[in-house]
T-cell receptor
Framework: GAVVSQHPSWVICKSGTSVKIECRSL??????MFWYRQFPKQSLMLMAT?????????EQGVEKDKFLINHASLTLSTLTVTSAHPEDSSFYIC?????????????FGAGTRLSVL | DAKTTQPNSMESNEEEPVHLPCNHS???????IHWYRQLPSQGPEYVIH???SNVNNRMASLAIAEDRKSSTLILHRATLRDAAVYYC????????????FGSGTQLTVLP
Protein backbone atom coordinates (compact mmCIF):
# COMPACT_ATOMS: atom_id res chain seq x y z
CA GLY A 1 0.00 0.00 0.00
CA ALA A 2 0.87 3.65 -0.18
CA VAL A 3 3.26 5.14 2.35
CA VAL A 4 2.89 8.27 4.44
CA SER A 5 5.98 9.42 6.28
CA GLN A 6 5.73 11.65 9.34
CA HIS A 7 8.62 13.39 11.05
CA PRO A 8 9.67 13.73 13.80
CA SER A 9 8.27 10.75 15.64
CA TRP A 10 8.91 12.31 19.02
CA VAL A 11 9.68 15.81 20.20
CA ILE A 12 10.10 17.53 23.55
CA CYS A 13 10.03 21.29 23.69
CA LYS A 14 9.85 24.10 26.20
CA SER A 15 6.65 25.98 26.76
CA GLY A 16 6.35 28.95 24.41
CA THR A 17 8.37 27.49 21.57
CA SER A 18 7.07 26.35 18.19
CA VAL A 19 7.26 22.86 16.76
CA LYS A 20 6.92 21.83 13.11
CA ILE A 21 5.70 18.38 12.09
CA GLU A 22 6.10 17.17 8.52
CA CYS A 23 3.89 14.74 6.67
CA ARG A 24 4.92 13.35 3.29
CA SER A 25 3.19 11.05 0.86
CA LEU A 26 6.08 9.02 -0.53
CA UNK A 27 4.66 7.25 -3.55
CA UNK A 28 1.55 9.17 -4.46
CA UNK A 29 0.32 12.72 -4.77
CA UNK A 30 -2.10 13.88 -2.14
CA UNK A 31 -4.20 16.93 -2.83
CA UNK A 32 -5.76 16.50 0.59
CA MET A 33 -4.16 15.52 3.86
CA PHE A 34 -5.73 15.29 7.28
CA TRP A 35 -4.31 16.12 10.69
CA TYR A 36 -5.57 14.32 13.77
CA ARG A 37 -4.81 14.62 17.46
CA GLN A 38 -5.10 11.83 19.98
CA PHE A 39 -4.97 12.20 23.74
CA PRO A 40 -4.16 9.18 25.96
CA LYS A 41 -6.89 6.52 26.05
CA GLN A 42 -8.97 8.47 23.55
CA SER A 43 -9.77 8.06 19.89
CA LEU A 44 -8.41 10.17 17.05
CA MET A 45 -10.01 13.57 16.63
CA LEU A 46 -9.74 15.46 13.36
CA MET A 47 -8.08 18.84 13.73
CA ALA A 48 -7.99 20.09 10.17
CA THR A 49 -8.08 19.21 6.51
CA UNK A 50 -5.08 20.37 4.55
CA UNK A 51 -5.65 21.27 0.90
CA UNK A 52 -2.76 21.67 -1.51
CA UNK A 53 -2.42 25.24 -2.67
CA UNK A 54 -5.19 26.63 -0.50
CA UNK A 55 -6.05 27.33 3.11
CA UNK A 56 -6.69 24.51 5.53
CA UNK A 57 -10.13 23.83 6.90
CA UNK A 58 -10.17 23.64 10.67
CA GLU A 59 -12.60 21.75 12.87
CA GLN A 60 -14.64 23.63 15.40
CA GLY A 61 -12.64 24.48 18.47
CA VAL A 62 -9.22 24.18 16.82
CA GLU A 63 -7.33 27.49 16.75
CA LYS A 64 -6.04 28.13 13.26
CA ASP A 65 -3.51 30.71 14.50
CA LYS A 66 -2.05 28.21 16.92
CA PHE A 67 -1.96 25.19 14.62
CA LEU A 68 -0.56 26.48 11.34
CA ILE A 69 -0.94 24.17 8.37
CA ASN A 70 0.92 24.54 5.11
CA HIS A 71 0.35 22.25 2.14
CA ALA A 72 2.67 23.76 -0.43
CA SER A 73 3.15 20.68 -2.60
CA LEU A 74 1.28 17.54 -3.54
CA THR A 75 3.50 15.44 -1.32
CA LEU A 76 4.11 17.59 1.75
CA SER A 77 1.95 19.07 4.47
CA THR A 78 3.31 20.63 7.64
CA LEU A 79 1.68 21.33 10.98
CA THR A 80 3.31 23.96 13.18
CA VAL A 81 2.26 24.17 16.80
CA THR A 82 3.00 27.77 17.70
CA SER A 83 3.75 28.91 21.25
CA ALA A 84 3.23 25.41 22.55
CA HIS A 85 1.95 24.87 26.07
CA PRO A 86 1.72 21.71 28.19
CA GLU A 87 -1.92 21.24 27.25
CA ASP A 88 -0.79 20.84 23.61
CA SER A 89 1.09 17.69 24.57
CA SER A 90 -0.52 14.96 22.52
CA PHE A 91 -0.05 12.43 19.72
CA TYR A 92 -0.40 14.11 16.32
CA ILE A 93 -1.12 11.96 13.29
CA CYS A 94 -1.41 12.89 9.64
CA UNK A 95 -3.08 10.92 6.88
CA UNK A 96 -3.60 11.13 3.16
CA UNK A 97 -5.82 9.52 0.60
CA UNK A 98 -4.36 8.09 -2.57
CA UNK A 99 -6.72 9.52 -5.19
CA UNK A 100 -5.66 6.85 -7.65
CA UNK A 101 -6.27 4.10 -5.17
CA UNK A 102 -9.33 2.04 -4.52
CA UNK A 103 -12.33 3.04 -2.47
CA UNK A 104 -10.87 5.94 -0.54
CA UNK A 105 -8.42 4.09 1.63
CA UNK A 106 -6.53 6.48 3.87
CA UNK A 107 -2.93 5.99 4.78
CA PHE A 108 -1.53 7.24 8.05
CA GLY A 109 1.80 8.47 9.28
CA ALA A 110 3.35 6.83 12.32
CA GLY A 111 2.47 9.83 14.46
CA THR A 112 4.40 12.46 16.38
CA ARG A 113 4.38 12.45 20.14
CA LEU A 114 4.72 16.02 21.39
CA SER A 115 5.66 16.71 24.99
CA VAL A 116 5.67 20.34 26.08
CA LEU A 117 7.48 21.05 29.33
CA ASP B 1 -21.01 8.75 7.77
CA ALA B 2 -23.35 6.26 9.45
CA LYS B 3 -22.60 5.17 13.02
CA THR B 4 -21.02 1.88 14.04
CA THR B 5 -21.09 0.06 17.37
CA GLN B 6 -18.25 -2.12 18.61
CA PRO B 7 -17.45 -3.78 21.95
CA ASN B 8 -14.98 -1.77 23.99
CA SER B 9 -12.61 -4.67 24.49
CA MET B 10 -11.99 -8.30 23.66
CA GLU B 11 -9.42 -10.90 24.61
CA SER B 12 -8.00 -13.73 22.62
CA ASN B 13 -5.41 -16.41 23.12
CA GLU B 14 -2.40 -16.44 20.88
CA GLU B 15 -2.71 -18.55 17.72
CA GLU B 16 -6.48 -18.78 18.06
CA PRO B 17 -9.00 -17.13 15.73
CA VAL B 18 -10.53 -13.81 16.74
CA HIS B 19 -13.91 -12.53 15.62
CA LEU B 20 -14.38 -8.79 16.10
CA PRO B 21 -18.00 -7.70 15.63
CA CYS B 22 -19.37 -4.42 14.36
CA ASN B 23 -22.99 -3.30 14.16
CA HIS B 24 -24.05 -0.73 11.60
CA SER B 25 -27.81 -0.89 11.43
CA UNK B 26 -28.16 2.47 9.64
CA UNK B 27 -25.76 1.60 6.82
CA UNK B 28 -26.78 2.93 3.43
CA UNK B 29 -26.57 1.07 0.15
CA UNK B 30 -23.48 2.97 -0.95
CA UNK B 31 -21.50 2.62 2.28
CA UNK B 32 -18.38 0.50 2.25
CA ILE B 33 -17.33 -1.16 5.51
CA HIS B 34 -13.73 -0.35 6.36
CA TRP B 35 -11.57 -1.73 9.14
CA TYR B 36 -8.47 -0.03 10.44
CA ARG B 37 -6.32 -0.89 13.41
CA GLN B 38 -4.00 1.13 15.60
CA LEU B 39 -1.09 -0.56 17.26
CA PRO B 40 0.29 1.05 20.44
CA SER B 41 2.01 4.36 19.76
CA GLN B 42 1.43 4.10 16.01
CA GLY B 43 -0.84 5.71 13.47
CA PRO B 44 -3.80 3.65 12.25
CA GLU B 45 -3.31 1.20 9.43
CA TYR B 46 -5.78 -0.07 6.87
CA VAL B 47 -6.85 -3.68 7.35
CA ILE B 48 -9.65 -4.53 4.94
CA HIS B 49 -12.84 -3.23 3.38
CA UNK B 50 -15.93 -4.64 1.72
CA UNK B 51 -19.34 -3.76 0.34
CA UNK B 52 -21.55 -6.84 0.22
CA SER B 53 -19.47 -9.96 -0.29
CA ASN B 54 -17.06 -11.48 2.19
CA VAL B 55 -13.47 -10.43 1.60
CA ASN B 56 -10.11 -11.99 2.34
CA ASN B 57 -6.64 -10.52 2.29
CA ARG B 58 -3.29 -11.37 3.81
CA MET B 59 -4.17 -9.66 7.07
CA ALA B 60 -7.72 -10.72 7.77
CA SER B 61 -11.14 -11.73 6.50
CA LEU B 62 -14.28 -9.65 6.54
CA ALA B 63 -17.63 -11.37 6.89
CA ILE B 64 -20.61 -9.17 6.02
CA ALA B 65 -24.14 -10.08 7.06
CA GLU B 66 -26.65 -10.56 4.30
CA ASP B 67 -28.65 -7.50 5.40
CA ARG B 68 -25.36 -5.55 5.82
CA LYS B 69 -26.38 -4.37 9.26
CA SER B 70 -23.39 -6.03 10.85
CA SER B 71 -19.97 -7.34 9.96
CA THR B 72 -17.17 -9.32 11.57
CA LEU B 73 -13.45 -8.93 11.19
CA ILE B 74 -11.74 -12.28 11.47
CA LEU B 75 -8.12 -12.74 12.40
CA HIS B 76 -7.46 -16.38 11.66
CA ARG B 77 -4.55 -16.85 14.05
CA ALA B 78 -3.98 -14.06 16.51
CA THR B 79 -0.42 -13.17 17.35
CA LEU B 80 0.88 -10.86 20.06
CA ARG B 81 1.52 -8.29 17.36
CA ASP B 82 -2.20 -8.16 16.60
CA ALA B 83 -2.88 -6.49 19.94
CA ALA B 84 -4.35 -3.15 18.89
CA VAL B 85 -7.48 -1.03 18.77
CA TYR B 86 -9.63 -2.10 15.84
CA TYR B 87 -11.93 0.44 14.24
CA CYS B 88 -14.94 -0.35 12.06
CA UNK B 89 -15.80 2.66 9.87
CA UNK B 90 -18.39 3.19 7.16
CA UNK B 91 -17.37 5.13 4.07
CA UNK B 92 -19.68 6.31 1.32
CA UNK B 93 -18.61 5.40 -2.19
CA UNK B 94 -16.50 8.18 -3.60
CA UNK B 95 -16.23 10.03 -0.33
CA UNK B 96 -13.05 12.07 -0.09
CA UNK B 97 -13.77 13.23 3.42
CA UNK B 98 -11.77 12.35 6.49
CA UNK B 99 -12.21 9.13 8.41
CA UNK B 100 -14.23 9.55 11.58
CA PHE B 101 -13.07 7.27 14.36
CA GLY B 102 -15.26 5.87 17.10
CA SER B 103 -13.85 4.28 20.21
CA GLY B 104 -13.06 0.93 18.53
CA THR B 105 -12.35 -2.43 20.14
CA GLN B 106 -9.21 -2.91 22.20
CA LEU B 107 -7.97 -6.41 21.40
CA THR B 108 -5.73 -8.05 23.97
CA VAL B 109 -3.87 -11.18 22.87
CA LEU B 110 -2.82 -13.47 25.67
CA PRO B 111 0.31 -15.61 25.28
Amino acid sequence: GAVVSQHPSWVICKSGTSVKIECRSLDFQATTMFWYRQFPKQSLMLMATSNEGSKATYEQGVEKDKFLINHASLTLSTLTVTSAHPEDSSFYICSARDPAGAVNIQYFGAGTRLSVL
Amino acid sequence: DAKTTQPNSMESNEEEPVHLPCNHSTISGTDYIHWYRQLPSQGPEYVIHGLTSNVNNRMASLAIAEDRKSSTLILHRATLRDAAVYYCILRDTGSARQLTFGSGTQLTVLP
